[in-house]
């Protein structure tokens, strides 16, 4: 929607036009198409590679650009896709002379197979920004929202697994009240009733040197105003980037509920992951949570390289302890650039948790280790909850089936990383 906005304001007698579906005939009387790519995943989706095929063989004449945060890695993107380029990083200010194409400055590009990568250097400095909104993203739903708000980039983490800062980077950016305001105004007009807030991590909204807890409230109190406190949320906290200030506000002005990456209940686990909290923290955070009245859910990575089994029964002990009201579980995912996928390539694959059958009971229904911890630790978390759900066979059924899904993406991005492995060393990622 921000690139759409741009492109909209450059290019005034063209249009401009935010396409979902990708069998959308549109696709092919245009000049150019920009897909905007936000997992490694969809680089190797075949629909996507036959869209890129299918219009390239129609259409001479088309230029395909891919753009989003698959752009950290774009020799894979120019290797595996028919497309003429990458747009790098945060295209706002490079992307209308790269399709003018009287700029190279943040494309990366095949030259006689060769790649050749122009980075990026411009940073958009977020004061401005006119979104081009589609006339049905009242019926998009995104986990419950109509959308996901961008309020501030970057984050001050160095987990070794997380995206986040790799892309936008450790120096938080924020957007200014007033144009975050004017957004969501515009947005509601366009049918967007249930807002979600992004940005890795809540609270950094206007971050300088500390927390501003001024901004943050004052931010989410505006927000509250215009959409009411039921249909907004700002899910993503870290531990600790938290206070009693903070919980009540998202106590008053939301939904009430935040989501912290606990990811581990190993204090070793959490060192290897670079987390910068502990164990004793994480279970603090929790408890500031129930004693400001706030739902707290938490985010667990299972499969990590060097998670023994040891690590992963502290983890399931740590979720007695905490009683959170949800826990979401995920399996070590190695995002090309980050440290993890690093550690992914160094780690033979007769070791890796995500390629070694489960032992046990989970291995006699064809699960690998972090598929098997997967399933387990969704279930271990509905039991611990303040109100226990029942573990009925149509929901074990659920959390079996999405378990081995994801067992299965994590082994295609791993296969793929491992099929670029000189181009990611060599890269220096
Ligand atoms: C809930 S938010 C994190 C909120 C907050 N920024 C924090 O760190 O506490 C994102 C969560 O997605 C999960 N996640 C992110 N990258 C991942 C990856 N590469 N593999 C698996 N899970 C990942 C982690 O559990 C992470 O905590
Ligand atoms: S997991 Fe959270 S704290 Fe860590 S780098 Fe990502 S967004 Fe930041």
Redesign the pocket.
């Known amino acids: 929607m921000i690139i759409g906005g741009v492109l909209k304001k450059n290019f005034k007698n063209t249009d401009v036009k935010l396409i979902k579906d990708i069998n959308n005939s549109l696709l092919l009387k245009s000049d150019v198409v920009i897909l905007s790519l936000y997992s490694t995943l969809h680089i190797v989706d075949k629909n996507i590679k036959n869209l890129t095929e299918v219009l390239k063989n129609k259409n001479k004449n088309i230029k395909i650009y891919v753009g989003g945060p698959v752009s950290a890695y774009p020799s894979i993107i120019l290797k595996e896709l028919n497309v003429d380029g990458v747009i790098l990083g945060e295209g706002e200010l490079t992307i209308t002379d790269i399709i003018k194409g009287s700029s190279d400055e943040g494309l990366a590009y095949l030259e006689n197979d060769e790649i050749v990568i122009n980075p990026n250097r411009k940073l958009p400095d977020l004061e401005s920004e006119d979104i081009l909104i589609p006339k049905d993203i009242g019926s998009q739903n995104i986990r419950g929202a109509n959308i996901y708000l961008e309020t501030h980039r970057g984050?001050l983490?160095h987990?070794t697994?997380?995206?986040?800062p790799k892309f936008f980077g450790r120096n938080i950016r924020s957007k200014p009240l007033e144009v975050i305001i004017d957004q969501v105004k515009k947005l509601k007009k366009y049918g967007v009733k249930k807002v979600a807030v992004s940005g890795?991590?809540g609270s950094l909204y206007n971050f300088k040197k500390k927390l501003n807890k001024d901004m943050f409230l004052d931010l989410i109190e505006k927000l509250s105003s215009i959409l009411g406190k039921n249909n907004l949320s700002i899910?993503?906290?870290?531990?600790d980037?938290v206070d009693e200030d903070i919980l009540n506000g998202i106590r008053d002005y939301t939904i009430g509920w935040v989501?912290?990456?606990?990811?581990s209940g190993s204090d070793k686990i959490l060192k290897d992951m670079k987390?910068g909290?502990s164990v004793e923290k994480n279970l603090n955070a929790i408890k500031l949570c129930r004693d400001c009245n706030v739902k707290v859910g938490?985010?667990?990575?299972v499969g990590y390289p060097t998670e023994t089994e040891t690590d992963y029964l502290l983890t399931k002990d740590f979720i007695v302890d905490a009683e959170l009201d949800s826990v979401?579980v995920?399996?070590?995912?190695?995002?090309p650039t980050?440290e993890?996928c690093d550690l992914v390539l160094k780690t033979p694959i007769d070791k890796n948790p995500s390629f070694i059958r489960d032992k046990g009971k989970y291995g006699r229904l064809g699960l690998t280790i972090s598929e098997g911890r997967c399933l387990d630790l969704s279930i271990h978390g509905n039991m611990w909850k303040p109100n226990p759900v029942i573990i009925t066979k149509k929901l074990f059924h659920t959390y079996y089936i999405e378990s081995k899904k994801q067992g299965e993406d994590i082994r295609k991005i791993t296969n793929l990383i491992y099929k670029y492995k000189s181009h990611l060393c060599e890269n220096g990622f």
């Open positions: 984050c983490g987990c697994f997380c995206q986040v890795g991590t899910p993503d906290m870290r531990v980037y989501f912290y990456g606990i990811e987390k909290v938490g985010s667990f990575i979401f995920s399996i070590a995912e190695p995002i980050t993890l």
